[in-house]
């Protein structure tokens, strides 16, 4: 949770969002739910956790989150979000969680889709989704407005071969 916080709070930095909440916006993300961690696959709700972190701080420093669709018909399908600290982005790690994310939805038989939505301006993150089989699907225009920016969102998947 203390990464997660450190993490929600660059959002907006040089005017550049990555999330759907204004600073400070008291609606913010949830983070992470500890029981919906232990789920099992076959229980609406899951989540998954992969973390990075400084072994000289010991601090999580990065993340990659799944989580699953919230009724039963759509367990075949998770969402995947990810974040790494600004001090320790371009240093490959961004890739490696999400290859470890995308190695265990491989190897859980269950789940055949991946989704993620991207604000467009987010080029970085763009490029990393699709050198890595992500396709983009669709864009919702003017989807969020923080601090009077208009904000397209992008929506991506991969489905699992
Ligand atoms: C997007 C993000 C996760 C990338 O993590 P990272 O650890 O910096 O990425 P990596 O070092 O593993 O780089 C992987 C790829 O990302 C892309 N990338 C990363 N930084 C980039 C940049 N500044 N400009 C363009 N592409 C970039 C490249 O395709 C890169 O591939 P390469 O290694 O062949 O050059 C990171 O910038 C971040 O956490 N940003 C803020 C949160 C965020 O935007 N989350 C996504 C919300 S949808």
New binding site residues.
Partial sequence: MEHFQR?WA??GAGGIH??PFAPGDPTGPRGVSVDEAFSALDQPGWQRWFCAHDVASGLII?HVDLKSDSLNTGLHRCEL??????A???????????TEAMGFVRESNTIDWID????AN??????????LGFVEIGTITDRFRIDSQRIDDVMMTFQVP
């Avoid at 987010?122 to 989704?129: K, Q, T, V």
């Fill in positions: 993490h660059e959002s990555f999330m990065g979000g990810i974040g790494i600290e600004s320790y982005r371009k240093n490959g790690l961004g890739r490696r969680l999400m993620l939505r991207v604000f987010n080029l970085p993150a763009r490029s990393l989704y699709q050198s």
